[in-house]
């Protein structure tokens, strides 16, 4: 499967800025030239799997577990295995260049990575993200009381829909 199929066909409806933060309406080539240009700033290769994982990231709002990654690049057309994914995934998450968080039942979901933080429904495991810059003086609070470099802050609770039930 041609790796840029994927990415154009997913990037349509957003790419990603070399921070991997998500840009609405760009083109497919550019996308897929973002996502190389992230790579490679970490001193990764621009294999297909890379690129197209990248790509299903960028096109969708959210954040997706290795199974609907993999679904999501079949419905496209592609041919990686199940364990090509989670492999790309794991070393995508080594190099910072996507984020896991934590799901129900120990399931991560991944996204791209970027200024922004999690909340987390504690019933059915919606995942919303936070932009950071909303968050800077918690965060800030946060490092000044622990000593920890904060990376990220997961948010637990009930989402709106759960809250009605």
Do not use: W
Request: proline share 3%; net charge neutral.
């Amino acid at each position: 499967m041609d790796g840029a199929t994927v990415v154009d066909g997913a990037a349509a409806a957003g790419g990603v800025t070399a921070d991997g933060e998500r840009l609405a309406g760009t083109d497919a080539a550019f996308a897929v030239q973002r996502c190389r240009e992230k790579l490679r700033e970490h001193g990764a290769r621009c294999t297909a799997p890379r690129i197209q994982v990248m790509g299903v990231l960028a096109d969708h709002v959210g954040h997706l577990t290795v199974g609907e990654i993999h679904q999501l690049l079949v419905e496209a057309g592609g041919r990686l295995n199940i364990s090509t994914v989670y492999r790309t995934v794991e070393k995508l998450t080594g190099l910072g260049i996507v984020h896991a968080v934590p799901g129900r039942g120990g399931e991560a979901s991944y996204g791209l990575a970027g200024d922004h933080h999690h909340a987390v429904c504690s019933r059915c495991g919606a995942i919303e993200e936070i932009p950071g810059p909303q968050l800077a003086r918690i965060l800030a609070a946060a490092v000044k009381a622990t000593a920890y470099r904060v990376e990220s802050l997961i948010f637990s609770g009930l989402c709106p829909t759960c809250r009605l039930v």
